[in-house]
């Protein structure tokens, strides 16, 4: 079945470590997405990538990374810039835009991140 | 500003009655429209979406949605609520150069 898996589920971070969030899909999709969810304030965008090798900054993207070396991988990485990360992550993909019908978004089951 | 909202962060409603969920958006030519649920600890799963055509769309679980152009609205409804529809609802817009702009999602309550 085509889909897409984030892992893992539940991640403790302690503070100052680096970790590293996977998101993998195959269902041939180009563009791939990271949101985090805090509660009662929806969705946020922190790093979006439309083709391989190449991603831009969402609205939140200070205090984390990402890297897309092959079309079905885009990971992010939170960093130990990033003060508050104790968050639900969602990592989504879709079909690329314009002029191509209305593709929506596939998204993964999350991952719940904990400063501990 | 590009924009959703979602102007009710809580619905509650009986189970057996009709349920509306709001939706209202302020995005530049002619968007595409979804809504999406999400339930505890899990990904956001679609609902249904408005492309182009009639202005009622109907989607998974019984679920329906009424675009209005005049009032950029795309509130999703359901005749008779059940409790397992109990969740975060979502709606979203993708505008013409691929972005989407979610809303701040509304917890619906479905009490038996």
């Known amino acids: 079945d085509g889909g897409i898996t984030q892992s893992p589920k539940y991640l403790f971070r302690k503070e100052g470590q680096n970790v590293t969030l996977s998101c993998e899909q195959n269902?041939?999709?180009?563009?791939m997405y990271w949101y985090r969810q805090d509660p009662g304030q929806g969705l946020r965008l922190i790093y979006y990538?439309?083709?391989?090798?190449?991603?831009q900054k969402g609205d939140i993207a200070e205090g984390y990374s990402v890297s897309r070396e092959k079309k079905e991988s885009f990971p992010l990485t939170v960093t130990s810039a990033q003060k508050n990360p104790t968050a639900f992550y969602l990592c989504?993909?879709?079909?690329?835009?314009?002029?191509?019908?209305?593709?929506?978004?596939?998204f993964g089951s999350g991952t719940r991140l904990t400063v501990v | 500003a590009q924009s959703v909202a979602q102007p009710e962060d809580q619905v509650n409603v009986a189970e057996g009655n009709p349920l509306t969920v709001k939706c209202t958006y302020s995005?530049?030519?002619?968007?595409?429209l979804f809504w999406y649920v999400q339930y505890p600890n899990r990904g956001l799963q679609f609902l249904l979406k408005?492309?182009?055509?009639?202005?009622l769309v109907k989607g998974s679980y019984g679920f329906e949605a009424e675009f209005n152009k005049s009032q950029t609205s795309f509130h999703l409804k359901k005749p008779s609520a059940l409790v397992s529809d109990s969740a975060l609802y979502f709606c979203?817009?993708?505008?013409?150069?691929?972005?989407?702009?979610f809303g701040s999602g509304t917890k619906l309550n479905v009490k038996p």
């Open positions: 995005v530049s030519g002619n968007p595409y």
């Open positions: 989504a993909s879709s079909l690329p835009g314009q002029g191509r019908g209305g593709y929506g978004y596939t």
């Open positions: 408005y492309i182009t055509g009639d202005n």
């Open positions: 979203a817009v993708r505008d013409n150069f691929n972005k989407f702009y």
């Open positions: 990538s439309q083709i391989v090798n190449d991603f």
């Open positions: 269902l041939n999709h180009d563009a």
